[in-house]
């Protein structure tokens, strides 16, 4: 009882305020995301980069359109440095995507910080919790974007795009700048496609880790939102978690030694790394689904504290004192004085036969009048 009165100040916070606290959230991950990203390119001073992650994350609480620009623009000079083509592509399809990028922002951000998850070999966790966040078919297509977009970024900073050798490196934004220095834009589309399409293996091999991606984070979101999950939580939960982290380690782990002319090493390079992934998968999804599970539930109603309740035994109809009146009470039939406030009388229920008879109004003309048997 003391941990329910402990925890119900901020639950009670967070159900006032919900809406401003998830969107408050959400827009200082994306700014993150993007201020992380702008500051590695080293174009703007370090003080405008603060200033420009600092508006963002203020504007994207109540204007997510005006902070979404302001990250594109933020994000196409330093493109616009590297190469001409990738900032119009870059310009294009943030255009094209606006309206599904805004709406979902949580979504969005979490993909983008792929490539920076993977650093630490928590990339795992974006199609899992895209899952668990938004339901299967939205957490497909997150899984599927992520993996296709950490994928994208490592080629073009010229590294191995399976996501086997990608984790525990981020992408050099000097490599991207060296390898798309002086491109045209058909030079810049097959610089981008090159990586993806060396050979119809690695095709096969790297549209299978896309797919298996997709497949974790469409199972995890399609059974997290099952009534039986919901009620067994948090060990429903955990299977779940576990099953999708399963999903991904057959992916990472089983493709090279299938298709291993796609790979250079079909053995694991760090057997360790996809096994901490998987419990960090495990964990972290148990926790989040769980804490969320927990917030949403109603605000318990508030105990008086030092005020014990009185427990009456069967037999007494009042508490026991030690000083009280005689219990003689006047005899009176019309309102007598020993019968508590809840005790009714009977009230006898007439007739049909005693009702009078029902006669139509005489200055109706319009009345339609039924006779029913």
């Known amino acids: 009882m003391m941990t329910a009165q402990l925890f119900r100040g901020p639950h009670s916070l967070y159900r006032r305020y919900q809406a401003l606290l998830e969107s408050a959230l959400t827009s200082i991950g994306f700014a993150v995301v993007v201020t992380v990203s702008v500051n590695s390119t080293a174009v703007f001073p370090y003080n405008w980069v603060v200033v420009t992650g600092v508006a963002i994350a203020i504007l994207g609480i109540r ?79 997150i899984g599927g974007l992520a993996a296709l977009w950490g994928k994208m970024v490592a080629g073009m900073a010229g590294m191995d795009i399976d996501w086997l050798v990608l984790a525990g490196h981020v ?15 058909l030079n810049t589309l097959l610089l981008i496609v090159e990586p993806f399409a060396a050979t119809s293996t690695v095709i096969l091999y790297n549209l299978l880790q896309i797919i298996g991606w997709a497949v974790a984070g469409g199972f995890v979101g399609g059974l997290a939102w099952r009534r039986w999950v919901k009620y067994s939580a948090p060990w429903s939960i955990m299977v779940v978690t576990a099953a999708g982290g399963l999903i991904m380690l057959i992916t990472h782990v089983g493709l090279p030694y299938w298709l291993t ?39 318990a109603p508030k105990r008086k ?42 009230v006898r229920v007439p007739h049909h036969d005693e009702l009078p008879e029902w006669e139509p109004p005489k200055n109706d003309s319009g009345l339609i009048m039924l006779e029913i048997d």
Request: glycine share 6%; no cysteine.
């Open 63 to 141: 204007w997510p359109l005006l902070a979404f620009i302001i990250a594109v623009a933020a994000m196409t000079y330093p493109l616009f440095t590297i190469n001409l083509y990738l900032a119009v592509l870059f310009l294009a399809i943030s255009a094209l995507g606006h309206r599904l990028f805004v709406h979902y922002l949580g979504a969005t951000t979490l993909v983008l910080a792929t490539p920076l998850l993977a650093q630490y070999h928590l990339h795992w966790l974006v199609p899992i919790l895209g899952g668990l966040w938004w339901g299967g078919a939205v957490g497909a297509w």
């Open 171 to 185: 992408p050099d934004t000097a490599d991207v700048a060296a390898r798309f220095d002086g491109a045209n834009s």
């Open 261 to 299: 002319d796609a790979v250079t090493d079909p053995v694991v390079q760090d057997p360790v790394a996809p096994l901490f992934s998987l419990i960090v998968v495990i964990i972290a999804g148990t926790i989040v689904y769980s804490v969320r599970e927990s917030l949403d539930l109603p605000v």
């Open 305 to 346: 504290l030092g005020v014990r309740r009185q427990t009456r035994k069967p037999g007494l109809s009042q508490p026991f004192k030690f000083f009280k009146r005689s219990s003689k009470e006047p005899e009176s039939p019309a309102a007598p004085a020993h019968e508590s406030v809840s005790t009714r009388r009977p």
